[in-house]
Antibody, heavy 122, light 109 residues
Framework: EVQLLESGGGLVQPGGSLRLSCAAS????????MSWVRQAPGKGPEWVSA??????RTYYADSVKGRFTISRDKNTLYLQMNSLRAEDTAVYYC?????????????????WGQGTTVTVSS | QSVLTQPPSVSAASGQKVTISCSGS????????VSWYQQFPGTAPKLLIY???KRPSGIPDRFSGSKSGTSATLGITGLQTGDEADFYC???????????FGTGTKVTV
């Protein structure tokens, strides 16, 4: 069974850091691009970042550029979040791109984790 | 503010059909595949349509997608009360070099 399991969320003060992890299983991880998507309370999903299957190219939303770093290793996807702000408060999901061409970061997201909650507050 | 615009809500009676529009631009919908997602409260979005009109395994053929120019449409036939959810379109935007989601549409049966 294809599965994604996020961890690492929690309560952090403004300006603080967190690292999210997403453990993947049931598919050839390196063959697929991956994304992080977040959803603030009562809002729609917002794409945060994507990485190609090889890890060679990364993409970021303007709202997190320079503060967040996406990476991958073996069967785990990461999101390092620095200089956190109140507006980063959200449920963070990792998601797999449906195309097995690992360079296709922009196709549909067919597998999602259950999400991990990040709360930025003093 | 999203670059993909959807109607805030649509409604129809059980058994009827609804369509949801997603309006974008040349830098996103015209040049890239469109996907559609269904989301129930408290759960992750679920892929309904990818590559404009393809359905993942397990998605009933009551759900269909189409694209023309800078707009895309999701159709749902044979509406069921279990279809009540929020629906989002999504695609890559070449100008932003990022993935964008639509503003979302709440379907009421």
């Amino acid at each position: 069974e294809v599965q994604l399991l996020e961890s690492g969320g929690g309560l952090v003060q403004p300006g603080g850091s967190l690292r999210l992890s997403c453990a993947a299983s049931g598919f050839t991880f390196g063959s697929y691009a991956m994304s992080w998507v977040r959803q603030a309370p009562g809002k729609g999903p917002e794409w945060v970042s994507a990485i190609t299957g090889s890890g060679g190219r990364t993409y970021y939303a303007d709202s997190v550029k320079g503060r967040f770093t996406i990476s991958r290793d073996k069967n785990t996807l990461y999101l390092q979040m620095n200089s956190l702000r109140a507006e980063d408060t959200a449920v963070y999901y990792c998601a797999k791109v449906e195309d097995d061409n690992g360079d296709q970061v922009g196709n549909g997201l067919d597998v999602w984790g259950q999400g991990t909650t990040v709360t930025v507050s003093s | 503010q999203s670059v993909l615009t959807q109607p805030p809500s649509v409604s129809a009676a059980s058994g009827q059909k609804v369509t949801i529009s997603c309006s974008g631009s040349t830098s996103n919908i015209r040049k890239n595949y469109v996907s559609w997602y269904q989301q129930f409260p408290g759960t992750a979005p679920k892929l309904l349509i990818y590559e404009n009109n393809k359905r993942p395994s397990g998605i009933p053929d009551r759900f269909s997608g189409s694209k023309s120019g800078t707009s895309a449409t999701l159709g749902i036939t044979g509406l069921q009360t279990g279809d009540e959810a929020d629906f989002y379109c999504g695609t890559w935007d070449n100008s932003l070099s990022g993935y964008v989601f639509g503003t979302g549409t709440k379907v009421t049966v």
